[in-house]
């Protein structure tokens, strides 16, 4: 493992664990924005031949660390680890939120985004799990 992604791993982790209670998450198209802005002279430098998909980029990017720009660096790391906390984030509503559906949406069948759908039209959720709703990226 080269010394750039090595050291996102690590960061990642360190950050993880230390992850504030009001995670900031972001979709993909706002981590395609920081990519474009922070990498995208470093992937149109080392990478511009490569296609997209299949991590091929981000392989290109790992193959030329040693090259590529601090801030692609910092920014590809911090747009990584806000992505992995919306999964996390998505993974675990369901969980958080179970007593909160349980008592705001009786009755609700589940299945298809109904209880989602549900507890998005309420006030009065808990703080946990309208957190959670928020971080995941369903508002």
């Known amino acids: 493992?080269?010394?750039f992604f090595s050291g996102t791993v690590i960061a990642?982790?360190?950050?993880?664990?230390?992850?504030?209670?009001?995670?900031?998450?972001?979709?993909?198209?706002d981590a395609m924005r920081i990519l474009v802005t922070s990498c995208g002279e470093d992937i149109?430098?080392?990478?511009?031949?490569?296609?997209?998909?299949?991590?091929?980029?981000r392989n290109c990017l790992a193959a030329n660390a040693d090259k590529v720009s601090a801030m692609c660096k910092r920014d590809y790391a911090q747009a990584y680890i806000h992505l992995?906390?919306?999964?996390?984030?998505?993974?675990?509503a369901g969980k958080i939120c179970a007593a909160d559906a349980k008592r705001l949406c009786p009755g609700t069948v589940r299945g298809k985004g109904y209880v989602l759908q549900c507890l998005l039209n309420k006030r009065n959720l808990s703080r946990a799990c309208s957190q959670i709703i928020t971080d995941a990226g369903y508002r």
């Open 1 to 3: 493992m080269n010394r």
């Open 12 to 29: 990642i982790a360190l950050m993880l664990t230390a992850a504030p209670a009001a995670a900031k998450t972001i979709g993909y198209a």
């Open 44 to 57: 149109q430098k080392y990478c511009k031949d490569v296609r997209l998909g299949d991590g091929r980029i």
């Open 84 to 92: 992995q906390e919306r999964f996390a984030a998505q993974e675990s």
